[in-house]
Antibody
Framework: EVQLVESGGGVVRPGGSLRLSCAAS????????MTWVRQAPGKGLEWVSG????????GYADSVKGRFTISRDNAKNSLYLQMNSLRAEDTALYHC????????????????WGQGTLVTVSS | QSALTQPPSASGSPGQSVTISCTGT?????????VSWYQQHPGKAPQLMIY???KRPSGVPDRFSASKSGNTASLTVSGLQAEDEGDYYC??????????FGGGTKLTVL
């Protein structure tokens, strides 16, 4: 069974940093693109960042570019999101999601999704 | 980079059909065949329902169909069932390695 489990969320002060992790299992991790999508409380989905199977083709939303960094460790079947200079508007549930197999563009679709880890930015 | 435009709500009675629209621009929906749709039930993770404009992943009922015309994509749910109630989001590639989501539509089965 394909599983994605996020961790690393918590409460952080504005300007602070946090590193999210996503542990993948049930599939050959380094064959797939991966992405992060967030959802502010009571709001809709917002794509954050994503890349292809080897991290060589990466994208960021304008709202996080220069502050967030996506990375992956294929040996550990893990996806990461380093978040710096956090702002109140970054408060959200952060989901990781698997993209298509490397034979398709990483941004084509996202399936499945993890349950998410909650990040709260507050003083 | 504005969100794709979806109606905030849609509704229908069991057995009826409902269509949800998703309007973007020629730089996203109209420019690529990378439109997907997601269903989200309260407190749950989103689930892929449609990818590549109109393709259905295995396990998704054929009551769900989708299409695109110009800058607007559409999701149709036929033969509405109670379990179809939830939030629906469209998504599109927007060029330059960016993805954009719609604001979401709350589907109510009356």
């Amino acid at each position: 069974e394909v599983q994605l489990v996020e961790s690393g969320g918590g409460v952080v002060r504005p300007g602070g940093s946090l590193r999210l992790s996503c542990a993948a299992s049930g599939f050959t991790f380094d064959d797939y693109g991966m992405t992060w999508v967030r959802q502010a409380p009571g709001k809709g989905l917002e794509w954050v960042s994503g890349f292809n199977w080897n991290g060589g083709d990466t994208g960021y939303a304008d709202s996080v570019k220069g502050r967030f960094t996506i990375s992956r460790d294929n040996a550990k079947n893990s996806l990461y999101l380093q978040m710096n200079s956090l702002r109140a508007e970054d408060t959200a549930l952060y989901h990781c999601a698997r993209g298509p197999h490397y034979t398709s563009s990483w941004y084509n679709w996202f399936d499945p999704w993890g349950q998410g880890t909650l990040v709260t930015v507050s003083s | 980079q504005s969100a794709l435009t979806q109606p905030p709500s849609a509704s229908g009675s069991p057995g009826q059909s409902v269509t949800i629209s998703c309007t973007g621009t020629s730089s996203d929906v109209g420019g690529y065949s990378y439109v997907s749709w997601y269903q989200q039930h309260p407190g749950k993770a989103p689930q892929l329902m449609i990818y590549a404009v109109s393709k259905r992943p295995s396990g998704v009922p054929d009551r769900f169909s989708a299409s695109k015309s110009g800058n607007t994509a559409s999701l149709t749910v036929s033969g509405l069932q109670a379990e179809d109630e939830g939030d629906y989001y469209c998504s599109s590639y927007a060029g330059s390695n960016k993805v954009i989501f719609g604001g979401g539509t709350k589907l109510t089965v009356l």
